[in-house]
């Protein structure tokens, strides 16, 4: 069972490109979301999604776009990368809303912009 | 005032000692609350979910205080494989559950 599925691990960008961070589940779940983890600032919300076609945005999502055309697959796109966007980035997911059940993460991708 | 704060360590403890660390939120209305673990590099895991009543899973005990607004993790018997980051989750807003708020966690290090 392959859970959450992240890819790339690492990525360093250019300021001013885009990309898409790829995640994938393969449980089923219905919630799924975007972290970021900064050191002193612990993991923030980017965009979460509770099913298909919705999504929503969390406590920190300029500069970022999410789509969630099915339940398996939640994307993030950056549209024009800046420094301040380098950090790891995580996906998660869980069966129920973020606070009824616990939150499977990826194994997280290292961004570095420069 | 932050919503979620963690005394961010490290406690550096021998094996075989128990430890506790605590965690204060700032939002009264604040539901529900848990234990994340995260090693070194790797993502944070659910350790706990944490019941007003208190639960306590082998060596880890976890206690809610609404009273006075914080949690707490107690680890007895510590082992080397305990040395990771704690982190403290509560989710804020009592008509959204959706969103959950991270605490820049509590390093734990245990040692021989």
């Known amino acids: 069972n392959a859970g959450v599925t992240q890819t790339p691990k690492f990525q360093v960008l250019k300021t001013g490109q885009s990309m898409t961070l790829q995640c994938a589940q393969d449980?089923?779940?219905?919630?799924m979301s975007w972290y970021r983890q900064d050191p002193g600032m612990g993991l923030r919300l980017i965009h979460y999604s509770v099913g298909a076609g919705i999504t929503d945005q969390g406590e920190v999502p300029n500069g970022y776009n999410v789509s969630r055309s099915t339940t398996e697959d939640f994307p993030l796109r950056l549209l024009s990368a800046a420094p301040s966007q380098t950090s790891v980035y995580f996906c998660?997911?869980?069966?129920?809303?973020?606070?009824?059940?616990?939150?499977?993460f990826g194994n997280g991708t290292r961004l570095t912009v420069t | 005032r932050k919503e979620v704060e963690q005394d961010p360590g490290p406690f550096n403890v021998p094996e075989g000692a128990t430890v506790a660390f605590n965690c204060t939120y700032s939002n009264s209305a604040s539901q529900s609350f848990f234990w994340y673990r995260q090693d070194c590099r790797k993502e944070p895991k659910l350790l706990m979910s944490v019941y007003s009543s208190g639960n306590e899973d082998g060596r880890f005990t976890a206690q809610l205080n609404r009273a006075s607004q914080y949690i707490s993790l107690l680890i007895r018997d510590s082992k080397l494989s305990d040395s990771a980051t704690y982190l403290c989750v509560v989710t804020p807003f009592r008509e959204n559950t959706d969103k959950l708020i991270f605490g820049t966690g509590t390093r734990l290090q245990v040692f021989p």
């Open positions: 998660a997911s869980s069966s129920q809303g973020q606070g009824l059940s616990p939150l499977h």
């Open positions: 449980m089923n779940h219905e919630y």
